[in-house]
């Protein structure tokens, strides 16, 4: 820790204050990307604070929600890329919220908003560590560091591929730092190294032009729920096993070391029981590596959402001719989400469900990184010098996003490191994070660009 | 027909107008049992329509939504009860009216609205029918005439049954005209002779305290919406099955007079295909008695609704904490709803769904009268004479309705007569009523109210 660090952290202790009323400003501006609510008024917002710290900014067109993109030169001739994203999930259900999503509020040390974490927090918590090292160099930063934040991340990155495919130039850099990262449980500080993929889509069916009183139609006409139940039955058994031919087929099981990564990895059983009032876990699982390795290294058919026919109070007798589900295939090396698409479509049809339609709403493929690669080698050098803690490598994490574009047209290892704990409700009502890893977050980031800037 | 059908006929065309006014207003005044949506002041409203005619009339609590009671009496010693109900359906799906549902319209000779013909127009069609008695009889009543109005209706009755065995005295008489009657989709009146019980029920299941990311728990957290679908899919199979044990064990079998009735009546299945837009019909049906057997006397398990997580716009990627399934169950004699709802939790519990709960909305008994019955043989003769059309007779039907209380204790026959259609969308949007309709179905009731009480 030579003198620079320490004025470092000065600045940073001293300014937090600021930095965390930047982050509610931010917080208070919905950009929910799912219900097209503030997105423009946001990323307008975020490049204002771009910038403001001297960042050459521009919003950019995808075909959907704008792209941010900023770059302040450095001193040395290494680039360092930040992604980001400034949409959120919706505040929804609103009822559940203690304050509410839109109106941040600190309680105890604890900020609560929707996307207070995921991912504004994280963003600002990186602009707090520039301002920290603009202090500390006289105006310069010891590296080139560009900013790229997308407005489409909670619905599936839908234009970010081919933004990125067309501005390699513009988003060229030796390393990646990834939207997120945090500690465990535990207050250890964790390096994830790959996401598994996703395919999203609507299943629906529609069985007649309009609803139908049941007592009329019950026993002869057909039913748009029945048709969507049986339809589902058939995509997974209630041993969890997904039922589409092919599905498994191209996975990649996790390696030894993968496993050895993951034992040193504490275990999260007892922890998830308690928050989510579970009383067991899928499969048999009952903690330790099987659990760890199954919640990362195994693909899901998960059901997001169920909507047909009368939902309100008391009874209503009618037969539906609507039905759909919203479902997340959560995908593991090598799976593609197009190629889900394909097996999902072959298998609905094979089973007699021609009449069920399928929206793609959104893929990513899996991605990883290699834990040899030297930036990560740095980044879990800086983290423990912060935190005072050995690092959690997590060698896949159970989440997804879009870092595969990344690694695969940009050839960039990818790091994470944030301000996120397991208790942060992301997607949940209550999303909140704690302002004093909000701190130790941005002491982190500002060391790991000043020792990548330094070549150290 | 004599000089005072003549008179009453003559009233009935000449007074039109106003009684479609009376039944605008009425319908005018939302009374959705479901959502507790303006009953107290619709039963009021009904009542005052009652004592305005001189019927002594009561607004009597019954622990749910009130029942209206009015009585008159009239020159003979008989009696005859009407049952109607004074509550409807939800308006919901509303962006699918084309005008408001509790905002009538007449458009080219058919009033729009919620409840017009289920069953707000059922009712005033027999005020008025009383009104032209009144007219051509000196201000007498053939006989005494009795109106029963209940309000839970359309949310299974909950509290009907309770209230006739409480107030036999008060509601005794020689027959009982039902809520509801018409005409086919070729304009013969039609005789309704039974109605299939019903088994309501929500099926809910909670897996957790709270919705969770499903990258975080997708792959080892139980999910309510699968454990729901799974439950389901267990009821009914595709080849519409119900696949709970002993379901079918206390089913009677159509009689072969049953099967010669149904033959009489036409074919519903090019009207069926071509009004709610369908390819086909269940379990390899296409038209005939055997459609016809089918909708009325076999049981059913309709999936009435669906909900589970997210269900806006876009994806969510969440795992949800909790699912539910409204679900009827039409039943034929000799099912009983209670036997049912005790067969339906043994077979969740016998197939792992012991985390599957049952909340039991409402039940009726399936019940029939004798179509040898001398009040069907008048109700016939009476309808033949108005329509100069052979009157259709239906041995079932396949709605559900408490008439088997009064069958059972008020040893009452009960026959139907009314003002619907086969397009008249009963719970569904665009509710209507054929104006045209609504006078035949007046004379109708007018006549069968003197004959029965002339005694001929």
Chains 1, 2 share one sequence.
Not at 39 to 62: H, Q, S, Y
Not at 112 to 118: I, M, P
Not at 345 to 358: K, N, P, S, T, V
Not at 359 to 378: N, Q
Request: hydrophobic share 40%; with cysteine.
């Amino acid at each position: 820790m030579d003198e620079k660090d320490v004025k470092i952290d000065q600045y940073l202790d001293a300014n937090l204050d600021g930095s965390l009323a930047e982050l509610a400003a931010l917080c208070a501006q919905p950009s929910v990307s799912a219900q097209n609510l503030g997105i423009d008024d946001c990323a307008n917002l975020v490049a204002e604070m771009l910038k403001k710290r001297g960042f050459a900014t521009e919003v950019l067109p995808t075909g959907g929600a704008p792209v941010v993109f900023g770059e302040r030169k450095g001193r040395s001739g290494k680039t360092l890329l930040f992604y980001n994203h400034y949409d959120v999930q919706p505040g929804e259900p609103l009822e559940l919220w203690e304050s509410p999503p839109f109106q941040p509020e600190i309680r105890d040390g604890v900020m609560y908003a929707r996307g207070v974490v995921d991912d504004k927090g994280h963003f600002t918590s990186r602009l707090f560590a520039v301002d920290a090292l603009l202090n500390a160099n006289g105006g310069e930063l010891p590296c080139t560091v560009k900013f790229v934040l997308e407005g489409e991340e909670e619905t599936s990155s839908l234009h970010l591929h081919d933004f990125v495919v067309n501005n390699k130039e513009k988003l060229a850099a030796d390393a990646c730092v990834w939207e997120y990262g945090g500690v465990d449980h535990l207050d250890q500080p964790t390096q994830s190294l790959g996401l598994r993929g996703i395919c999203y889509v609507e299943l629906s069916v529609e069985t007649a032009n309009q609803d139908v009183h049941s007592g009329l139609g019950g026993s002869i006409f057909p039913n748009a729920a029945w048709r969507l139940v049986w339809a589902l039955n058939t995509l997974k058994d209630e041993n969890e096993r997904i039922l589409i031919p092919g599905f498994y087929d191209d996975i990649v099981p996790p390696t030894n070391r993968d496993l050895a990564l993951l034992d040193q990895l504490p275990d999260p059983a007892e922890q998830y029981r308690t928050q989510y009032g579970l009383k067991g876990f899928l499969k048999g699982l009952t903690g330790g590596v099987a659990l760890k390795a199954a919640q990362v290294f195994e693909p899901t058919c998960t059901i997001c959402g169920l909507t047909s026919g009368y939902q309100g109070p008391g009874s209503k007798t009618v037969l539906p001719a609507k039905a759909s589900a919203k479902i997340d295939f959560r995908l593991v090396p090598n799976q593609r989400p197009e190629k889900v698409l394909q097996q999902l479509r072959a298998h609905l049809d094979q089973h007699g469900f021609e009449d069920i339609q399928i929206e793609f709403m959104g893929g990513d493929t899996p991605a990883r990184t290699d834990p040899d690669d030297d930036f990560v080698k740095l980044a879990v050098a800086t983290a423990e010098e912060v935190y005072q803690k050995a690092v959690q490598i997590e060698p896949m994490s159970g989440g997804s996003g879009p870092s595969s574009i990344f690694m695969e047209h940009l050839n960039l290892p990818v790091i994470s490191a944030g301000v996120a704990h397991p208790g942060a409700q992301m997607h949940a009502p209550n999303e909140n994070m704690r302002v004093d890893l909000y701190l130790l977050g941005a002491k982190h980031i500002a060391r790991l660009i000043k020792r990548f800037g330094d070549g150290e």
